[in-house]
């Protein structure tokens, strides 16, 4: 039997709805998914305030919490290199074999049509709310950021205090910005 195995690239800073709704569709189109993870190396800033650990936490949860079988995925954390004409074949090693990739970032896509690896742009579910930056724009406002992502993701950053970091991370960056 030969397997249709997909990559799907993104940051999960944090995991949303829009990430869950772009999984559950992609899911439609392989009989198995890699979750990568990207960014891996980054975190503790305002851009990517969560670890690849809490990463994979929030989305193992909420795959659970969608009933998403385990069998069909994988999570995989995908560190930046500094060298990009190299990051594909970093990437290789650290999957299974897969024959697209899925993602919306425009290197990526670059990147991957470059070593003659299909691309597919993923449909975009209501771009504008559900993003990482409006996510987090909205936890740094005190506003209603929990509407945005599955519960379980709330739990994992009320569990890791992520508030009260992304809070602290946003009074040191406007406080260096002021020296």
Known sequence: MNIKRGLL???IQP????????????????DELIIGIGSADQSHTNSNPFTSGERVLMLSKALREYKVDPSRY???????????????????????PFE????????VKQLFRENKIEVVQP???NREEYSGTEVRKRILNNENWEDLVPQSVIEVINEIDGVERMQN????????LIK
């Open 100 to 107: 697209k990739v899925y993602s919306g970032n425009s290197l």
């Open 15 to 30: 995991l949303h709805n829009g990430h869950m709704s772009v999984i559950q569709d992609t899911l439609n189109e392989v």
């Open 123 to 125: 449909p975009l579910f």
């Open 169 to 176: 991370l946003n009074k040191k960056e406007v406080s260096e």
């Open 74 to 96: 994988y999570i995989i954390p995908l560190e930046d290199i500094a060298c990009n004409s190299l990051w594909v074949g970093h990437v290789k090693m650290l999957t299974p």
């Open 9 to 11: 690239i993104g940051r």
